[in-house]
């Protein structure tokens, strides 16, 4: 998490991508009525803009790991079934 927040290059991948999302989406639906639904499609585009943002991180968090090379200390630490699950 320090290292996220010193290069702040996935944090503001993350943000970027997270806005851009709830303004697409927002474009996408129109001007919303008020009714019973609403506040419930309001939690699900929330979800949705949470989850691709977590998958813009997730890539640079595999590169980051590959590039430490945590994948060959944890073979040599731990039997392959452990690793594995």
């Known amino acids: ?3 996220e927040l010193r290069t702040r290059y996935a944090l503001n991948a993350v943000a970027l ?4 999302t709830v303004v697409a989406l ?10 019973a639904d ?3 499609i309001h939690a699900a ?3 949705v803009a949470i989850l691709f943002a977590a998958f ?3 890539a ?3 590169v980051q790991e590959e590039e430490a090379r945590t994948a060959a200390a944890l ?3 731990a039997p392959p079934l452990a690793v594995y699950l």
């Open 1 to 3: 998490m320090r290292a």
């Open 17 to 20: 991508f997270a806005v851009s």
């Open 26 to 35: 927002s474009l996408g639906l129109g001007p919303l009525t008020r009714s």
């Open 38 to 40: 609403l506040p419930l």
């Open 45 to 47: 585009l929330l979800w």
């Open 56 to 58: 813009t991180g997730l």
């Open 60 to 62: 640079r968090a595999f």
């Open 75 to 77: 073979r040599l630490a």
